[in-house]
């Protein structure tokens, strides 16, 4: 069966610092990777895409970037975090040629300060 | 593009009481609709979801939802509710026509509290 691995679960960062949270996943291969932020009170908001390894869609200009190394993870990062990029993010999958059914990880509460 | 409207920030309703959360969609194309659930501080777990066939859709933990595509709607329901159903419920569309990658449109969510 396929996993998804989402870490680390909660982090407290200081503004100006890096970000790197990193998301696997197993049991499948060549799945479509995202990665999502949750606001309060504003559901969950499409960051980035990867349909492949070095394949990343951006869906919103923003202080973040992402990356596919492999097949099966996908890494989003930061150079220099702002206090705006605290939230809950959040990894998930589906299949290559599914029906948009998406597999989501448990999720990183991020707090910038 | 597809949108996503949930009216409801928040239900509260008595346990053993039906519920109805309500979803609205906006689409000029065919879609695939789903319900996911996220209790706090973890990841959204599917409910269920329509893709073609009976508009009546069965998922987990007795929740079900009817697709009405001259309403554009796709309202999820329970007929009695558990405590343990306190949690937050999203509603999602994605295009019907498209192959390979899909992307997932997400409502603001529906906060679900269940009191004794």
């Known amino acids: 069966s396929q996993t998804i691995h989402q870490w680390p679960a909660t982090l407290v960062q200081p503004v100006g610092s890096p970000l790197s949270l990193e998301c696997t996943v197993e049991?499948?291969?060549?799945?479509?990777l995202y990665w999502y932020r949750q606001a309060a009170g504003r559901g969950l908001q499409l960051l980035f895409y990867s349909v492949g390894i070095g394949q990343i869609s951006s869906e919103v200009p923003q202080n973040l970037s992402a990356s596919r190394p492999q097949d099966r993870q996908f890494i989003l990062s930061s150079k220099k975090l702002l206090l705006s990029d605290s939230g809950f993010y959040l990894c998930?999958?589906?299949?290559?040629?599914?029906?948009?059914?998406?597999?989501f990880g448990q999720g990183t509460r991020l707090t910038v300060v | 593009a597809q949108s996503v409207t949930q009216l409801d920030s928040q239900v509260p309703v008595f346990e053993e009481a039906p519920v109805e959360l309500r979803c609205n969609y906006s689409s000029s194309v065919s879609v695939y609709l789903f319900w996911y659930v996220q209790y706090p501080n973890q990841g959204l777990q599917l409910l269920l979801k329509y893709l073609s066939g009976s508009t009546l859709v069965k998922g987990i933990n007795g929740f079900e939802a009817e697709f009405n595509k001259s309403q554009t709607s796709f309202h999820l329901r329970k007929p009695s509710v558990h405590i343990s159903d306190t949690a937050e419920y999203f509603c999602?569309?994605?295009?019907?026509?498209?192959?390979?990658?899909?992307?997932?449109?997400f409502g603001t969510g529906t906060r679900l509290l269940v009191s004794p």
């Open positions: 049991g499948t291969s060549n799945p479509n």
């Open positions: 999602a569309v994605s295009d019907a026509g498209s192959t390979g990658f899909q992307k997932l449109v």
């Open positions: 998930a999958w589906s299949p290559l040629q599914g029906k948009a059914e998406a597999f």
